[in-house]
């Protein structure tokens, strides 16, 4: 029996069951490009919502499987900072796993401003974009990129996702071989070694926020008496 929860493990064992059961896995590009193999596909992308750094941990669990997806990140985000040193190379790393990285826009930026600057920091063009908060934002308006939910791929496709850490068709496991073309969105931060409830996520996400300012202020506070040391002597 299939025990549905949102571990790595968990993970792993259906997407491997969706290419045991002929699913080629593309990610979003890949359909506007044309790259959509016959058969069985699985669109596969992540929008990165609350931690770059769990979002890397499951780019590189899908790297191991030898699968690529597209990851969405936010430039304006109150739970992450995407210039700093640590998500910079997060980001980045992600991008050298293989995997397509994109912009998750929220409607009361700068769309143009903000495709410029992710393409500056990524070194490459943006060519997707999916919206932050979909149901609050009519599809009609339109961009110079394709949107993830495009209507017409969410006519071809079957669109599932585990917003708010809840299936609401079910968990993406038990739709395997009941639909060809599968689109499949996930959020990292839900899924990790143990199966932790919503309120469980968050905390520890703000515990790691909470934590790395900690040690920012450590290393820092150390510095500067090492600098005051030498110039002063004792402090």
Same mark, same amino acid.
């Given at each position: 029996?299939?025990?549905?929860?949102?571990?790595?493990?968990?993970?792993?064992?259906?997407?491997?069951?969706?290419?045991?059961?002929?699913?080629?896995?593309?990610?979003?590009?890949?359909?506007?490009?044309?790259?959509?193999?016959?058969?069985?596909?699985?669109?596969?992308?992540?929008?990165?919502?609350?931690?770059?750094?769990?979002?890397?941990?499951?780019?590189?669990?899908?790297?191991?499987?030898?699968?690529?997806s597209t990851y969405y990140v936010m430039l304006h985000n109150h739970y992450y900072n995407i210039l700093t040193p640590m998500n910079l190379h997060g980001i980045l790393k992600i991008q050298q796993l293989g995997?397509? =990285?994109?912009? @998750?826009?929220?409607?009361?930026?700068?769309? #143009?401003? !903000?495709? *410029?600057? %992710?393409?500056?920091?990524?070194?490459?063009?943006?060519?997707?974009?999916?919206?932050?908060?979909?149901?609050?934002?009519?599809?009609?308006?339109?961009?110079?990129?394709?949107?993830?939910?495009?209507?017409?791929?969410?006519?071809?496709?079957?669109?599932?996702?585990?917003?708010?850490?809840?299936?609401?068709?079910?968990?993406?496991?038990?739709?395997?071989?009941?639909?060809?073309?599968?689109? =499949?969105?996930? @959020?990292?931060?839900?899924?990790?070694?143990? #199966?932790? !409830?919503? *309120?469980? %996520?968050?905390?520890?996400?703000?515990?790691?926020?909470?934590?790395?300012?900690?040690?920012?202020?450590?290393?820092?506070?150390?510095?500067?008496?090492?600098?005051?040391?030498?110039?002063?002597?004792?402090?």
């Open positions: 029996m299939v025990i549905c929860e949102f571990t790595y493990k968990h993970y792993t064992e259906t997407i491997n069951e969706y290419i045991k059961s002929g699913y080629s896995i593309i990610n979003v590009s890949d359909y506007f490009e044309g790259r959509v193999p016959q058969g069985k596909v699985m669109i596969l992308r992540h929008d990165i919502d609350y931690s770059i750094m769990e979002a890397v941990k499951m780019a590189s669990i899908e790297n191991s499987m030898g699968i690529k995997h397509e =990285v994109s912009l @998750h826009f929220e409607s009361k930026s700068d769309f #143009d401003r !903000d495709v *410029k600057i %992710l393409n500056e920091i990524l070194g490459v063009q943006t060519k997707t974009y999916s919206w932050h908060s979909p149901t609050c934002i009519p599809e009609k308006i339109k961009r110079n990129l394709p949107s993830a939910y495009d209507e017409k791929l969410l006519n071809e496709f079957k669109y599932i996702s585990e917003s708010c850490h809840r299936w609401r068709e079910g968990c993406f496991c038990n739709w395997i071989n009941k639909k060809d073309r599968m689109y =499949v969105l996930t @959020h990292s931060l839900w899924w990790g070694n143990k #199966d932790l !409830d919503f *309120k469980q %996520l968050l905390g520890k996400t703000v515990a790691d926020m909470t934590f790395g300012i900690e040690e920012f202020y450590e290393v820092n506070l150390q510095k500067i008496n090492i600098y005051l040391k030498e110039l002063y002597g004792a402090v």
